[in-house]
Nanobody
Framework: QVQLVESGGGLVQAGGSLRVSCAAS????????MGWFRQAPGKEREFVAT??????????YYKDSVKGRFTISRDNAKNAVFLQMNALKPEDTAVYYC?????????????????WGQGTQVTVSS
């Protein structure tokens, strides 16, 4: 049974940093796509960042509003993916979800991901 477990959320002041982690078990995702999504109260779940295997090195892709502030990375030995979030803004407040795909296709669409974590709350105060 595949499980994704997020950790590292919390409360931070605007301008601060947080690193959220996602540990996967039950399947190896080193050669497929993993991503981060978020959902704020009253809003739809939205894409944040994704990383996928490429013969020339992992490829990453970000939501425009987080480019230059967020960095997605992974540790294949630990079967884990991370999201380093810097220069946080109040509008980054949301529940952050880890997602994993069976495929290598890079995608910003939730339907392209097969497995999801339970989410971790990130709150940025102004």
């Amino acid at each position: 049974q595949v499980q994704l477990v997020e950790s590292g959320g919390g409360l931070v002041q605007a301008g601060g940093s947080l690193r959220v982690s996602c540990a996967a078990s039950g399947r190896t995702f080193s050669s497929s796509t993993m991503g981060w999504f978020r959902q704020a109260p009253g809003k739809e779940r939205e894409f944040v960042a994704t990383i996928t295997w490429n013969w020339n090195g992992d490829k990453t892709y970000y939501k425009d509003s987080v480019k230059g502030r967020f960095t997605i990375s992974r540790d294949n030995a630990k079967n884990a993916v991370f999201l380093q979030m810097n220069a946080l803004k109040p509008e980054d407040t949301a529940v952050y979800y880890c997602a994993a795909s069976k495929r290598q296709t890079i995608s910003r669409y939730p339907d392209d991901y097969d497995y999801w974590g339970q989410g971790t709350q990130v709150t940025v105060s102004s």
